[in-house]
């Protein structure tokens, strides 16, 4: 059987950030003959942009949601045809903090090569930009709604980073990033340090690292921002 092969396409962070996007990314959009995306309209507009004379509706499209059972079918069905497969994560870094993951271990139990191609992260990015450390570091994805269950949490996170130098890395919902910046502040030894990254890639991007003490008395506005939240040791 010709199994097809699956390519981990990037995608922008901000409509201005095409410095992060690689120069080859069109060549490896050429290959592919079915694409599944998060978001249909902005990887069109993106491909577009990326190879001006590709016809967009010359190729098979399927939207990644929640990645339910028909859509993996689906996938592994054209990748037994021999078709190659284009994932494309509005994360811009596909597999990463992405929904697509599970179809790439779908194409994993197949036997399928998957080719990953270098993309903007903005976890990624944050964590080389935010002097933490790099050896060590998780990523916990949003932290609990509830107030007790997310102060336990953060206590917990902060333990972890002192206790075995773990760099936490954490997202929370654009517009509740105030109300957990105040939670990291209150929760948190004012040495502790906390690196914001907001932006990234965009024109106005902003990345800093300090002590919560210092974030208490310089709060900046996150309200509604794409942010990325790093926890660090004392």
Known sequence: ???????????????????????????????????????????????????????????????????????????????????????????????????????????QALGAIVKPYTAPSSLLLALMASGMNGQNFQFHGYLPIDSNERKKKIQV???????????????????????????????CHPQTRLCIGVDITAPNEFIKTATIGYWKNNKPELHKKLAVFLLGNK
Not at 168 to 177: A, C, G, H
Request: charged share 25%; proline share 3%; with cysteine.
């Open 1 to 107: 059987m010709n199994i097809g092969k699956v390519f981990l396409l990037p995608m922008l962070l901000h409509e201005e950030g095409w410095e992060a996007i690689p120069g080859d990314t069109q060549k490896w959009i050429e290959q592919c003959d079915a694409f599944f995306v998060e978001n249909e309209k902005t990887t069109r507009r993106f491909f577009k942009k990326v190879w001006k004379e590709m016809v967009i509706d010359n190729y098979e499209w399927h939207a990644i949601h929640k990645v339910e059972a028909e859509q993996i079918k689906i996938f592994n069905e054209l990748l037994k045809q021999g078709k190659n497969i284009g994932i494309v994560s509005e994360a811009g870094c596909a597999g990463i903090a992405d929904p697509g993951q599970i179809l790439v271990a779908a194409a």
């Open 157 to 187: 996170l902060e333990a972890d980073a002192n206790l075995r130098g773990c760099t936490q890395l954490f997202i929370e919902t654009p517009y509740r990033n105030n109300q957990l910046l105040e939670a990291l502040i209150q929760y």
